[in-house]
């Protein structure tokens, strides 16, 4: 399969991340994911944040840090009109409760295979954004304050769980993700093909583990979504993931509870 690195960056459009879908055409493998800088403001925030937001993400591609090429698709096909329907609601400016219903008449596992790597795409950026500040040093441990440590556990390096640093757990994470978002027997991208029957499940535990890194990024690296001017991007992409996630019952209510209050006060 013939890889290719295809970062679309543009201004004046939301911030909406990784295009994914089903192909229609018989040998079509390949994917493709557009990236736009932020323009959603905060009150009172200054264009001159946006622009800093925007560099620091430019800077982010730049190193090829956090991103890897991704298969690509043609217009027109399943998902892409997927895709494309679920994008023109939240640009269209509805309530994001609104957003993440199923739409009549389509399947509930290619809503969710959509949204999984849109979300994976777009939460892969925001922590790459500030990636250089969350270091062995700074986060020795993956964790959401005093009293939440993530632990490690894999089917390969590490069998048991494991405690490792923020970064070394961030980037198992990633690849971990990319594995499966890339494997044809989890994630199918070929029509007539069935998704596993464990489908869902394996969405539950990515999910889960990706709301792990809003967790680390809010109660860590704060200081540094304001400092870019990025807070009310973070915000809504955590909203749309919260509400999605709730939506279909894909997260258990106990691992949410670090971030409870403060879901509270921006999730009305």
């Excluded at 029957?197 to 704060?222: A, D, E, G, P, S």
């Excluded at 304001?226 to 894909?250: D, P, Q, W």
Aim: glycine share 4%.
């Amino acid at each position: 399969m013939k890889r290719r690195n295809l970062f679309a960056l543009e201004t004046g459009v939301p911030p909406w991340g990784l295009l994914w879908v089903r192909s229609r055409r018989v040998g079509m493998d390949e994917m493709t994911f557009h990236i736009w800088y932020p323009q959603v403001r905060a009150p009172g925030q200054q264009p001159q944040a946006q622009l800093a937001m925007a560099l620091c993400l430019k800077q982010v591609f730049a190193k090829d840090k956090t991103f890897r090429p991704r298969k690509r698709f043609e217009p027109g096909t399943q998902r892409f009109e997927l895709y494309k329907k679920a994008q023109a609601s939240l640009k269209s400016g509805l309530d994001l409760r609104s957003v993440v219903r199923l739409p009549p008449g389509e399947n509930i596992d290619d809503w969710i295979a959509v949204h999984v790597v849109d979300f994976f795409n777009r939460i892969n950026l925001i922590y790459g954004t500030m990636a250089e500040r969350c270091s062995e040093t700074s986060c020795p441990v993956m964790a959401g304050g005093p009293r939440y440590e993530y632990r490690w556990q894999d089917e390969r390096q590490y069998r048991r769980p494991a405690k490792l640093s923020a970064p070394r757990y961030m980037a198992l994470l990633m690849d971990w993700i990319e594995g499966l978002i890339n494997d044809e027997e989890v994630f199918p991208t070929r029509v007539g093909v069935p998704f596993p029957k464990n489908f869902q499940q394996v969405c539950t535990k990515i999910l889960t583990r990706l709301f792990r890194v809003f967790v680390h990024v809010y109660i860590h690296h704060f200081d540094s979504i304001l400092s870019m001017g990025a807070e009310a991007h973070v915000n809504t992409c955590y909203k749309h993931f919260y509400y999605f996630i709730r939506e279909f019952s894909l997260v258990d209510q106990r691992e949410l509870e670090p971030l409870r209050e403060m879901t509270e006060r921006i999730c009305h």
